[in-house]
């Protein structure tokens, strides 16, 4: 059973930072491609942040400088440092891992205050 769990969600003031985390469990971590995604209320699920199986990164426009995703093969884990938070990053953070198939966790809210 594919397991995604997230972590380190919660409310920070404006230019705070929080790290998230997502452990997984049930797939061949290593090969898959992993990703950070977010919905804000009344918004569609936008891609933040995704990191490949050879560790290369990509980003939205909007977070460029100010976040990082990176991964932990050897424990199953995920992370987006988020630095420099704005008002506007408040949202569900889901984890994502895609390669034949696509697994998402439950979310982790972030609430930024302003």
């Known amino acids: 059973q594919v397991q995604l769990v997230e972590s380190g969600g919660g409310l920070v003031q404006a230019g705070g930072s929080l790290r998230l985390s997502c452990a997984a469990s049930?797939?061949?971590?290593?090969?898959?491609?992993m990703g950070w995604y977010r919905q804000a209320p009344g918004k569609q699920r936008e891609l933040v942040a995704g990191?490949?199986?050879?560790?290369?990164?990509n980003y939205a426009d909007s977070v460029k400088g100010r976040f990082t995703i990176s991964r932990d093969n050897a424990k199953k884990m995920v992370y987006l440092q988020m630095n420099s938070l704005k008002s506007e990053d408040t949202a569900v953070y889901y984890c994502?891992?895609?390669?034949?198939?696509?697994?998402w966790g439950k979310g982790t809210l972030v609430t930024v205050s302003s």
């Open positions: 990191i490949t199986s050879d560790g290369s990164t």
């Open positions: 049930g797939i061949i971590f290593s090969i898959n491609n």
């Open positions: 994502n891992a895609f390669r034949w198939a696509n697994y």
